[in-house]
């Protein structure tokens, strides 16, 4: 028996377990990949408080684990398969074991999300910029979406690939001044605007990409055997499996304390319902829930 179990191992759910093990409480963590959640896959970690210079996505991800486990937190690396959070006691089911607690936290944010389209499982798609980045040195690579995240790593990619295209279904790019700035001292970034990657042909990989100009429908095909194509489309919240929570939109309403409608359920980070969405973010929300979380314990 737990006192909180925490689903994921973000920055929300990692600063919950942090605070929540400070007050006493015994703490499980559930993760079914590595602890830095999406973020850990991230070429820079930018704009949070006194980050390290060059911080990566992975390195951020270590330090985060080293410092769970140094405050005594336990991590296992499970996928969590059901939940069943009414009633007193919490039962948490993964693939290896059956865990029961007093309250749970959800924090496993989202997943990318797919573009749904022909051919998007082939070799060469889908690609994660500081892990297969390397691969395409010297070589042709699109970067799907015009926010933030996209046009951070089609900076990252830059100073690899020959040339980076970045295929934006807006007129512009719709990230933060900064990123904009950059990318335009990169002569081999371009644009496509008003385009979206509407089917993807090859034998085992990405060979020839279709874009669809948004505005006038017309087609165009580019037939690059080599290039690498990285989605950053936004992200769908890991909520399917909380069949007991009423979703708005797929996200997870809360109240200023993290708790949502059922007694002993928290949530934090990105699966919440909220307007900002940064590391920032999902640390306080984890704050919160691991202390408020913790407290409630004491009367359960």
Not at 200 to 219: C, I, M
Not at 229 to 258: C, H, R, S
Not at 282 to 290: L, M, S
Request: with cysteine; hydrophobic share 40%; proline share 3%.
């Amino acid at each position: 028996m737990y006192d909180i179990i925490i689903i994921g191992a973000g920055p929300a759910g990692i600063s919950a377990a942090i605070y929540g093990k400070s007050r006493g409480r015994k703490v499980l963590v559930l993760e079914k990949n590595q602890v830095g959640g999406l973020i850990g896959m991230v070429s820079t970690v930018t704009h949070y408080t006194a980050v390290l210079k060059e911080e990566t996505g992975k390195t951020f991800g270590e330090r985060m684990k080293e410092q769970a486990l140094g405050a005594g937190v336990e991590i296992r690396y499970e996928k969590v398969t059901e939940t069943k959070l009414t009633g007193e006691i919490k039962n948490i089911v993964t693939d290896q074991e059956s865990y029961q607690c007093k309250t749970v936290i959800l924090a496993n944010g989202g997943s990318g999300r797919m573009l749904g389209i022909s051919g998007e499982s082939l070799e060469g798609m889908r690609l994660n910029a500081p892990k297969d980045g390397p691969n395409y040195k010297g070589k042709n690579v699109y970067v799907i979406g015009g926010a933030d995240g996209a046009v951070k790593e089609a900076i990252y990619l830059a100073k690899i690939a020959a040339k980076v295209t970045i295929v934006c279904v807006e007129d512009e790019l719709v990230c933060i001044p900064e990123f904009k700035e950059k990318a335009a001292l990169y002569s081999n970034i371009y644009m496509m605007p008003h385009t979206s990657l509407t089917a993807v042909y090859g034998a085992k990989r990405a060979e020839e990409l279709e874009f669809t100009d948004n505005k006038t429908g017309k087609k165009q095909i580019v037939k690059d055997a080599e290039c690498g194509v990285f989605v950053y489309a936004g992200i769908v919240p890991n909520t399917q499996m909380y069949t007991e929570l009423k979703l708005v939109q797929g996200y997870i309403p809360v109240d200023e304390w993290m708790q949502t409608e059922i007694p002993g359920v928290f949530a934090a980070g990105d699966i919440c319902v909220k307007k900002v969405r940064q590391v920032a973010t999902a640390v306080a929300d984890g704050a919160i829930a691991g202390i408020q979380a913790a407290a409630m314990c004491e009367w359960i």
